[in-house]
């Protein structure tokens, strides 16, 4: 009878089952480094996170912004409807605000430039441009929106 001169110890019917490579030119099988893992997934996730948050941050900032630059439309709006006006403005169109001696506002269609000798406010404010939603777009002489 020929026995396996291999020791029974070192040898399996089932080699599928072993950890490890059970021939010379098997595939090497490590052991995963959950640690490691799990710390690149967790810097992963973190950086993707804080892009996100960022990305977040700056539409609250522009939409903050944009609340913003509206209630100042509002509050000029305001200003000028409380001012005399002789006319009605034409949405698209600048006029001109002033502030008169006696305090009151005065909305115009003459520029501070135009007036000649017989200045008829005591300061100008600024340029106003009728927007379509009717509140008004505060200019500064060069027509660049402030």
């Known amino acids: 009878m020929n026995e396996n001169p291999i020791d029974k110890d070192k040898i399996t019917e089932n080699p599928h089952n072993l950890p490890y490579a059970h021939t010379v030119g098997g595939a090497v ?68 605000l002033y502030e008169k001696e006696d305090g009151k506002h005065l909305l115009s269609v003459i520029g501070p430039h135009q007036w000649g000798r017989s200045k008829g406010y005591k300061e100008f404010i600024s340029a106003a441009k009728l927007l379509a939603d009717h509140t008004w777009q505060l200019l500064n002489e060069d027509a660049e929106t402030i």
């Open 29 to 96: 099988v490590k052991p995963e480094d959950k640690g490691k893992i799990k710390s690149r997934a967790m810097t992963a996730m973190v950086e993707q996170t804080d892009q996100q948050l960022a990305q977040i941050y700056r539409q609250m900032k522009l939409l903050a912004e944009q609340a913003n630059d509206i209630k100042k439309r509002i509050e000029v709006s305001e200003l000028i409807y409380n001012a005399e006006l002789r006319f009605e403005p034409i949405i698209g169109h600048t006029y001109y």
